[in-house]
């Protein structure tokens, strides 16, 4: 009888298909301490940190109950996850959904109601938080990948904040291959998410090394021809130019034109200070800056892209210069001979570039002399993608993957097509990937024999995300170009520097999460606790179980502990990760003095203020910190009228000093026009103009803006309020609401309260009353049927034709026409 492979042994749980996940140990001990805590979880590419969340939502799940959430930053990424899930888990797959802003908001509110698993991007996720069309009370796992993202104002941060204020039983895990450049930049994540622990492996675990191939590091230097660097040096000449002139503003210390960027930012500080002053050489200096930037990104394009990349670039120079409203720096950039010159050098360079020979000889070794089967060519630049992908189709079978957005001259790439391009990389149709940064976080793109970067990527983080590509399964190999003498080798060594610094960084905090929490000052901490009060012991900032103020988060220490997962592991290992206090109770067995110490979820019936803000808002930062008030609801909504409603008669506008000086000299609708909607609906409309320098902005004399001001007030009505900034703004709107609606008693509503409407606005206004789908929909519906009768007699099928319409609001909307009427006081509402 011929001897089979024998099949590696496989995780069993309640929740787990059998014999689907291979059994790797480093995995059920990263699962088990994120089980257990707060965890961030550090594990190179491609080695299954989504495998390391599954266990543990799949232990929650099944010990605790309610429901998983799953953040990624990209679409594919979340659908890759969400496939992955539905292969994994016994859970039906309509319980498993996908929430990106392809699904309609009404749509995502009622399927958060039924789903058991959700994968989503942040930013939808925060719009539904702060338009309270979702609620995380019952959400007991939530995981953050590629999480280093969680800095600044990102998404992942809000997020996790009401996740630990609002959850009755949170637990956090945070998933990424290299979560920071230095110790600073880990805590950083840590604190904004809430975590407490911090497991690392690497390749030189003994756990990992079996399941990982070395990985060579090239490095090849390229020379660039003369005439390409003649060109460089004739950009160089007139940014020097430049530069001298920022000198004698006093700005600028060097005429270099191979300023850092640091210092190009200290310039631009600088420059603002003298605008803030009401000094106009602040105006020239900033308009000579944008023109350094702008000559910057053409010398970088022409050393480490092509020529080719140049030129596309200086076309789009050229048509910014030509369309109506363009900037000073724009055209004086097209203007200057010096410029013009490099301009006709570019578009009659008609050579190889030398980046472009050396990838198709790599190639050509790889794929055709080592036998290999697949490459992926990493570029910064989106242009370089798409003429290196038709350069190298003369000779191999390449597709480019690029991001979603589209560009001037570039199409983006729908989720679909996206994941049409993988799917068919991951089978073999074509050799070659030519991808953008789309690629780099967390795609399940399949091991392949070469990773090119074209450039050198100047950050840690995203050298480390690229190089996990190759090395998985076979050895792999890592090549880099660089262009001799050009911006190409300072970010070389920067990143390497960057990456050795990573990689101490990640060896100093393994294992050390009692350093980390000392790290974390008080009001880090209180993320795990947010508002509650808890009490911790001596040794470690943690919630003690069956303390006074228990934060509802201190079952997770009492999870089981990682025997679930295996069954029967060797007893060694089952030491080693069992808790040290296993006389602690279960989370089942938690009693109901412990559950009722939960954050309490606020009455559907309680009285709140209510503002309706428009969805566009989500831009600044008014709508989500208002939403964290407990007396004030957030609506988002996309609005016909106003960006904030505040009642039935108030309707607000809201302006930036440069948004409101822009909407006086162009754009597709003025602020009169705006202005105007708002009289014929609301009686108070209001127009907030926010920050300093009104009279400062574009050259416009001030008597021209204190004339829009007085129309507005005298010949529409409307009222001008001035605010220092959002914080002010939002102060504003909340004063507005709370009279309207406590002193007042008026109600707030989208369609207002006043003003005869045109037969459109009303055939809109009796469809948007319909299962309250809203203006927006409502007009898609009246421009796929043509008549309220059509709409009112569609079928759920057809009513889903128009955009906009998913299952869910089309049963509601059927639900609403096709039920008999039972008598007021006498139906119940959902």
């Known amino acids: 009888m011929a001897a089979t492979d024998e099949q590696p042994p496989s995780i069993e749980h309640p929740m787990l298909e059998s014999n689907f996940l291979e059994r790797r140990l480093y995995q059920l001990k990263l699962a088990g ?14 080695l299954g940190k989504t495998t390391v969340s599954l266990l543990v939502t799949a232990r929650r799940l099944d010990e605790v109950g309610g429901k998983s959430l799953m953040l990624a930053p990209t679409k594919p990424l979340v659908q890759q996850h969400a496939d992955f899930y539905r292969e994994a888990l016994r859970i039906p797959d309509d319980e498993i959904v996908v929430f990106t802003g392809d699904v309609s908001p009404d749509d995502r509110a009622a399927l958060w109601q039924e789903a058991t698993v959700v994968m989503a991007t942040p930013q939808v996720i925060e719009n539904d938080l702060v338009g309270s069309r979702i609620s995380l009370a019952d959400v007991t796992h939530c995981t953050f990948d590629e999480c280093h993202r969680a800095t600044g104002d990102y998404a992942y941060n809000y997020i996790a904040e009401r996740y630990h204020a609002d959850a009755a039983d949170p637990l956090v895990t945070g998933m990424s291959a290299s979560p ?38 090239e490095w090849e230097r390229i020379d660039l021809p003369e005439d390409v660097l003649e060109i460089r040096d004739a950009l160089n000449e007139v940014i020097t130019d430049r530069l001298e002139t920022l000198k004698e503003l006093g700005v600028a210390r060097s005429t270099r034109p191979d300023q850092s960027q640091k210092d190009l930012n200290r310039m631009r500080a600088e420059l603002q200070k003298l605008i803030n002053n009401d000094q106009s050489e602040g105006f020239k200096g900033m308009s000579v800056h944008a023109e350094v930037m702008k000559l910057r990104q053409a010398v970088t394009l022409v050393e480490t892209q092509s020529v080719e990349a140049l030129r596309r670039y200086f076309e789009r120079q050229r048509n910014q210069a030509r369309s109506s409203g363009a900037s000073k720096a724009s055209q004086r950039l097209v203007s200057d001979p010096r410029v013009r010159e490099a301009m006709r050098r570019a578009a009659s360079y008609d050579d190889l570039h030398p980046k472009y020979r050396k990838t198709r000889m790599l190639l050509a070794e790889t794929l055709g002399l080592e036998g290999g089967e697949r490459v992926i060519v990493f570029t910064e630049s989106r242009d370089t993608a798409e003429a290196l992908t038709e350069f190298l189709n003369t000779s191999f079978d390449a597709k480019r993957f690029v991001g979603q957005g589209d560009r001037d001259g570039s199409d983006g790439m729908t989720q679909n097509q996206q994941q049409e391009v993988l799917d068919a990389f991951r089978a073999g149709a ?23 970067f074209y450039e050198p990527v100047p950050t840690a983080i995203r050298s480390i995300q690229r190089k996990g590509r190759t090395g998985r399964q076979s050895e792999g190999r890592v090549v880099v170009l660089m262009a001799n003498d050009t911006r190409d080798e300072a970010y070389f060594w920067i990143s390497r520097r960057r990456e050795k610094e990573m990689e101490r960084e990640l060896r100093d905090l393994k294992g050390m999460a009692d350093d980390l929490e000392a790290e974390l000052d008080e009001s880090q901490q209180s993320l795990a606790a947010f508002e509650s009060g808890v009490k911790v012991d001596d040794d470690r900032a943690k919630p ?47 009693s109901e003095d412990d ?11 309680e009285e709140t203020i209510q503002i309706v803000a428009d969805q566009r808002e989500m831009d600044a930062n008014i709508a989500r910190e208002l939403s964290r008030r407990e007396e004030i609801e957030i609506r988002l909504e996309t609005l016909e009228v106003g960006d904030y409603i505040c009642s039935d008669r108030v309707v607000v506008e809201r302006k930036s000093v440069a948004d409101f000086v822009d909407s006086l000299v162009g754009g597709d609708r003025s602020v009169f026009e705006q202005v105007g909607a708002m009289a014929r609906h609301y009686s108070r409309p209001v127009v907030i103009v926010e920050g300093d320098g009104l009279y400062e902005q574009r050259d416009i004399h001030p008597n021209a803006i204190r004339g829009a001001l007085s129309s ?28 309207e609606q406590e002193l007042s008693s008026r109600e707030v509503s989208v369609h207002g309260e006043k003003g005869a409407k045109t037969l459109s606005e009303q055939q809109e206004y009796v469809v948007s009353s319909i299962a309250e789908i809203g203006p927006v929909t409502a007009r898609s519906l009246l421009e796929e049927f043509g008549t309220v009768e059509a709409v009112m007699i569609a079928s759920e099928e057809e009513l889903q034709a128009a955009d906009g319409v998913g299952q869910v609001t089309a049963e509601r909307m059927r639900d609403v026409i096709g039920s008999a009427y039972t008598g007021a006081g006498s139906g119940s509402s959902s």
Do not use: K, Y
């Open 33 to 46: 301490t994120a089980a257990n805590d707060h965890t961030l979880v550090c594990l190179p590419t491609g």
């Open 180 to 217: 920071g450049g230095d110790e600073e930049a880990i805590l950083e994540v840590c604190a904004n998410l809430g975590l407490q622990d911090v497991e690392v492996m690497t390749e030189a675990d003994a756990d990992v090394a079996q399941f990982t191939h070395e990985t060579d590091v």
């Open 430 to 452: 074509f050799e070659v990937l030519v991808s953008t940064s789309v690629a780099e976080e967390g795609l399940d793109v399949p091991e392949v024999d070469l990773v090119l």
């Open 544 to 590: 003690v179980a069956g303390s006074e103020n228990s934060s509802g988060s201190e079952g997770v220490r009492e999870q089981p502990g990682l025997t679930d997962f295996v069954g029967e592991l060797e007893e060694e290992t089952a030491s080693q990760t069992t808790d040290e206090d296993g006389d602690e109770a279960s989370a089942d067995q938690r």
């Open 595 to 605: 559950l009722e110490q939960a954050p309490p979820v606020p009455s559907s019936d």
């Open 712 to 739: 507005l007030a005298v010949d529409f009505g409307a009222s001008i309020l001035r605010t220092e900034g959002e914080t002010d703004t939002m102060e504003l709107l909340a004063t507005m609401a709370t009279r």
